[in-house]
């Protein structure tokens, strides 16, 4: 989204590594070795591939010619390669934004669009299953992914499908299906709220047991080299060979000192953030000073185990930070369910963050950006955001009731029931064996795929069924999102899920398509081509997608405007 703004080359596709299938090769070429006190990082910039030579004769010594259509036409002039793209992209952007725009007014003038009937008028009214077409969700559900998609709505199903009437047939939640304290939305809840903690915890615990693991191993190589020696008194071969590459791979990514955030600044801007945290919220809330101390305390390695979950999965397990925090605290403030909502939110807080400012920097170093400019940024953004996310509130709050029946806050009541929980409060009637049952399944779902990473085979047998690593990894269940199914309505759920699985079509579609016409014309479509295919394809997929995103909420924040100033 970045490169597409400011018309710069997409890092992603900057980089592709030399491969070589039975037709061609792809070669790079030789970079600049020359110095350039102007750029900021050490390393090189990298090219697209320049220039593609035929392959070698075969055993059999049959020559193979490389593809003529890709030698004449997809290997151009990166620069002139890449105006095309970012046109193409720029009109993608503005078409969807224009089109999810356009929905925004159409639902503020008929607001009957917003909850579609597609199951019939008896699921609509008794259980809650209406569609909302918006483009905004179908947007969100590109951004997410098919798998994450597709487990929130085995999500749906299971709550608002099976445990839903369940309760509701059972009369243990009686009341109206979307009511939270004695419907069947507050009572399948639970269940949502026993899966994010139980996956959450045990994925933190195995970040945890790998960080400790990595330490150990690193300090046992430190031991048996006798520090950097051997017994001779010279470097240890072993050792010295892995120092080099970690020194080598430091060289790659090693960034201008000049361009780096000082360390006083850091840790000076720690200090005097945690003092205006605990003075602010002792103004506020009447929380101690102490107590705020120690949930600042406890969200810096809380964040730190979310960050590294975010990298390793793509997935910030911060409901279950928060959730870690609020039992902390349950004995800590004992009976304090304002304290406890304010310590779990600071935990959770600090941990999404935290996870945003990592994407935001991984991404300025693709792009080559200056940390300290991005810090600098990322300072007056969030200045700006306090009077900015306040105003927005009380718009919002002013035109709409919150929780209502358009903004449910369902999270809220989340938070809300746990803090409940953790101070005392019963459990609805009959929840506790599903709770259980649940739990223990997604405690062992996480292990299953930690362990699954760890196997060095590329093909899984289940059963006499065989399956590749990498797609059962990528299908995995996902214990967030079957979560997140659950305690959101379907209307939430059921557009993600289209956006996701339509998009995942068209892409199939489009490059069976044109492998059907480059075989008419006897020119078969390279793995390595027909890859390159589909990664531009998602990236304009997500170009799409941002723009469903922006242009829905664009619009829906001006008409909120124009009601606000018009009441």
């Keep these: 989204m970045i490169s597409v703004l400011h018309k710069r080359p997409d890092p992603t596709l900057e980089e592709e590594p030399a491969a070589q299938s039975t037709s061609t090769q792809i070669s790079l070429p030789a970079s600049d070795s020359s110095s350039d006190d102007s750029r900021m990082r050490r390393r090189e910039r990298s090219s697209p591939p320049a220039s593609v030579t035929a392959g070698d004769n075969d055993d059999t010594g049959n020559a193979v010619a490389a593809d003529s259509e890709y030698n004449t036409n997809a290997i151009a002039k990166a620069d002139d390669v890449d105006d095309v793209q970012w046109a193409v992209k720029l009109v993608v952007l503005c078409v969807s934004f224009l089109l999810s725009g356009a929905y925004a007014l159409l639902a503020h003038f008929f607001p009957a669009i917003t909850a579609l009937p597609v199951f019939g008028s008896y699921l609509s009214t008794e259980w809650a299953w209406n569609l909302m077409p918006s483009l905004s969700y179908a947007g969100q559900g590109i951004i997410m992914g098919l798998p994450t998609c597709v487990w929130m709505l085995v999500g749906a199903f299971v709550g608002w499908g099976i445990l839903s009437p369940v309760a509701k047939v059972e009369e243990w939640a009686p009341g109206p299906v979307t009511d939270w304290k004695t419907g069947s939305r507050g009572w399948i809840l639970w269940v949502s709220l026993a899966v994010m903690i139980a996956e959450s ?65 850091t840790w000076g801007g720690l200090a005097a953030s945690t003092a205006v945290c605990m003075g602010i919220v002792k103004a506020l809330f009447d929380v101690p000073v102490y107590d705020t101390l120690i949930a600042v305390a406890l969200a810096l390695p809380l964040a730190v185990l979310g960050v590294r979950a975010l990298g390793e999965t793509d997935l910030n397990p911060v409901s279950g930070i928060g959730k870690v925090s609020q039992v902390v605290f349950a004995g800590v403030m004992p009976g304090n369910l304002v304290g406890n909502l304010i310590a779990g939110g600071i935990a959770e807080a600090g941990a999404q963050q935290a996870g945003d400012l990592m994407q935001d920097l991984k991404t300025g170093h693709l792009l080559n950006a200056s940390p300290r400019a991005q810090f600098a940024g990322q300072m007056i953004g969030s200045v700006f955001s306090v009077f900015v996310t306040a105003g ?42 599903f709770i259980i049952s649940f739990a223990l399944l997604f405690v062992v779902l996480p292990i299953g795929a930690a362990m699954l990473s760890y196997c060095a085979r590329e093909r899984i047998y289940v059963g006499c069924v065989s399956i590749n690593r990498a797609t059962l990894q990528r299908w995995w269940p996902s214990g967030i999102a079957f979560a997140m199914g659950i305690y959101n309505a379907p209307n939430f759920t059921l557009m993600r899920a289209i956006g996701a699985i339509a998009v995942s079509a068209a892409i199939e579609i489009i490059v069976a398509r044109v492998k059907a016409g480059r075989r008419r014309d006897s020119i078969d479509l390279s ?28 619009l829906s924040f001006f008409i909120l405007l124009s009601q606000a100033f018009s009441a």
């Design 201 to 265: 915890m045990v994925s933190l615990g195995i970040v945890a047991v790998k960080e400790l693991r990595a330490l150990y191993f690193r300090m046992c190589l430190y031991k048996q080299v006798g520090g950097r020696e051997n017994g001779t008194g010279q470097p240890d071969a072993d050792y010295q060979a892995s120092d080099e590459h970690a020194a080598k791979n430091r060289a790659i990514d090693e960034v201008d000192p000049r361009f780096l955030v000082p360390g006083w600044i």
């Design 392 to 433: 927005a509130y009380l718009l919002y709050s002013k035109v709409y009731a919150i929780p209502g029946l358009q903004f449910p806050v369902p999270t809220a009541q989340v938070w809300l029931d746990m803090a409940r929980l953790v101070n005392g409060h019963p459990l609805p009637p009959h929840v506790w064996p």
């Design 527 to 554: 793995p390595m081509h027909q890859k390159l295919l589909e990664r531009k394809l998602r990236i304009l997929a997500i170009i799409m997608a941002s723009g469903f995103v922006l242009g829905e909420g664009t």
